[in-house]
């Protein structure tokens, strides 16, 4: 990629996190399989908006750039984001926050937690145990919503929760990342301050890799 490229490259990824309000945490394990780098790019982007600290995953995933796709999606140490999904900027961030989220349970999370968390989040099984039940009625993906948003509640979010009956308000935010900070050590990024000053901070400067991480 040539340098202007580069540039140009940087300088939308580096304007998009300024509309996304704040950077908190980023980090994690991982490689891109795929994708054109201005879809590598939203990727990074995206992980590095999160509040949640992504390295707590101990195992490497491999993130898969796969264009017209269904759905994205994920299995153990492996996730699936549609190209055309990336391609729509900001929009997407919270699609791949999600499905990274998926890799949290599958790395962090014990049988007896996962039930707890199955009735915590009005779910009805786990993870597709029993497939002709809806996606909704998954814990998997309401545990992987809520963390997108509330660990990245700025209203750029796709997963910011209309309604009390979308997946990412299956629990409150605030109890949400208290939990987590209980079950997995993960850090709570907002605590104390207010949701709003931390909304001020100018954004993180995100860098750009045109060859994946």
């Not at 979010?157 to 990342?177: E, L, V």
């Amino acid at each position: 990629m040539g340098i202007r490229a580069a540039v140009v490259l940087g300088c939308s990824v580096v304007a998009a996190l300024a509309l996304a309000d704040v950077a908190w945490a980023g980090g994690g394990r991982y490689v891109i399989d795929g994708g054109t780098p201005t879809e590598q790019a939203q990727v990074h982007a995206a992980l590095d908006a999160s509040g949640f600290d992504w390295d707590i995953v101990p195992t490497q995933v491999t993130i898969h750039i796969v264009r017209g796709i269904s759905s994205s999606y994920s299995t153990r140490g492996q996730i699936w984001l549609d190209a055309n999904v990336l391609d729509a900027g900001v929009f997407s961030w919270g699609v791949v926050q999600m499905e990274y989220g998926q890799q949290v349970q599958f790395a962090l999370l014990d049988e007896a937690e996962r039930a707890r968390l199955t009735a915590q989040l009005g779910a009805s099984q786990w993870c597709y145990e029993n497939p002709s039940l809806p996606r909704g009625d998954n814990g998997c993906e309401r545990f992987s919503a809520t963390l997108a948003w509330a660990y990245w509640p700025a209203a750029q979010n796709s997963m910011r929760p209309t309604g009390p009956g979308d997946w990412s308000a299956s629990m409150n935010a605030t109890d949400f990342r208290s939990l987590l900070a209980r079950l997995i050590g993960a850090p709570d990024p907002i605590g104390t301050p207010s949701i709003r000053n931390l909304a001020d901070r100018p954004a993180a400067r995100a860098p750009v890799y045109p060859h994946g991480h």
